[in-house]
């Protein structure tokens, strides 16, 4: 996730929240209350919805009746209730959260409703494109601190193949530690001849 995210207010103007989204090259803002809690988010759709209006040159032979005033303020245009995760959400479950929703990016919470980040589909790209080496050692520590330092594991193309487990219970111990690190695509264990 990104901590610290930037965020807006709902009194705060539609044009000053497009001037956010812009000037932080950002797609949406958590809008939060005087107690930083979440009260919902603010896309870039939410923000041009109704801001243009139709070119009444392309309908000089029509009458046209004037376009309803644009939305004034955040509060008028936000999504609320947000929809959030707590920093210790698994990242499948925020991930399917991002693609079922058609969110770009999802306010992560703390147990009291007060914005600590925001996961984006950026942040969650750049997990998972890291490069084997990392993953490697990741998995590699992971083995270490299970007490399982004799296992080797190597990492192709976000595949991590892991040799020495002798057991099937350890190979099932193995393949959900190597699984369990972000950017690992696939795990095969490979017994010793």
């Known amino acids: 996730m990104t901590p610290d995210p930037v965020?807006?207010?709902?009194?705060?103007?539609?044009?000053?929240?497009?001037?956010?989204?812009?000037?932080?090259?950002?797609?949406?803002?958590?809008v939060v209350d005087?107690?930083?809690?979440?009260?919902?988010?603010?896309?870039?759709?939410?923000l041009l919805r109704d801001?243009?209006?139709p070119d009444p040159r392309?309908?000089?032979?029509?009458?046209?009746?004037d376009p309803p005033p644009p939305f004034?303020?955040?509060?008028?245009?936000?999504?609320?209730p947000a929809v959030t995760v707590k920093p210790d959400s698994d990242l499948t479950e925020a991930i399917d959260l991002v693609l079922t929703k058609g969110m770009k990016c999802l306010p992560v919470v703390d147990d009291d409703d007060r914005v600590v980040g925001v996961l984006s589909r950026r942040d969650v790209v750049r997990v998972l494109a890291r490069d084997d080496d990392v993953?490697?050692?990741?998995?590699?520590?992971?083995?270490?601190a299970a007490g399982r330092g004799d296992w080797d594991v190597t990492v192709d193309h976000g595949v991590a193949e892991i040799s020495g487990p002798p057991s099937?219970?350890?190979?099932?111990?193995?393949?959900?530690?190597?699984?369990?690190?972000p950017g690992v695509v696939g795990v095969r264990v490979v017994e010793d001849a």
Do not use: C, Y
């Not at 392309?58 to 009746?65: F, G, S």
């Not at 004034?72 to 609320?80: A, H, L, P, R």
């Open 58 to 65: 392309l309908h000089v032979m029509r009458t046209i009746e």
């Open 72 to 80: 004034t303020f955040v509060e008028d245009v936000m999504s609320s």
């Open 51 to 53: 801001l243009i209006s």
């Open 34 to 46: 005087e107690d930083h809690r979440i009260r919902g988010v603010v896309s870039e759709a939410d």
């Open 7 to 30: 965020t807006t207010r709902a009194a705060r103007s539609v044009k000053a929240a497009l001037q956010l989204l812009d000037e932080n090259d950002i797609t949406s803002l958590p």
């Open 135 to 144: 993953l490697e050692q990741e998995v590699a520590d992971l083995f270490t």
């Open 168 to 181: 099937a219970p350890e190979r099932t111990l193995a393949t959900a530690l190597a699984r369990s690190v």
